[in-house]
């Protein structure tokens, strides 16, 4: 099974920086994708960020290119969010999320999608103040 741990959360003021950590356990499945997701009180959870287990490669949403880096070490199955020049509209929940090697994708979908992750953290609270 996998199992997925968030922290780092926190309170941070405007232009400030968190970096979040996602402890990925996996015993007997391999993971194709760990992801960020996030979710503000009201809004529907909206993907951030996307790194392949295998590969490396990465994709982020147009929100936060070029503030927010994904990045993995495989070594100890940590996946990072690492996240600059925060705005108050990034107050939100943040997920981490995996996609393990079973799960075959929906086609079309977007890795960005909450729809083909299947395991899921408990999440972490970040909140950006102006």
């Known amino acids: 099974l996998v199992e997925l741990v968030e922290s780092g959360g926190g309170s941070v003021q405007a232009g400030g920086s968190l970096r979040l950590s996602c402890v990925v356990s996996v015993t007997t499945d391999s993971v194709q994708y760990i992801a960020w997701f996030r979710q503000a009180p009201g809004k529907e959870r909206e993907g951030v960020a996307v790194?392949?287990?295998?590969?490396?490669?990465?994709v982020y949403a147009d929100f936060v290119k070029g503030r927010f880096t994904i990045s993995q070490n495989n070594a100890v199955k940590v996946v990072y969010l690492q996240m600059n020049s925060l705005k108050p509209d990034d107050t939100a929940m943040y997920f981490c999320?995996?996609?393990?090697?079973?799960?075959?994708?929906?086609?079309?979908?977007?890795?960005?999608?909450?729809?083909?992750?299947?395991?899921w953290g408990q999440g972490t609270q970040v909140v950006v103040s102006s």
């Open positions: 999320a995996a996609m393990t090697q079973g799960i075959r994708r929906t086609p079309g979908g977007s890795l960005l999608s909450t729809q083909d992750y299947n395991i």
């Open positions: 790194i392949a287990g295998g590969s490396g490669v990465r």
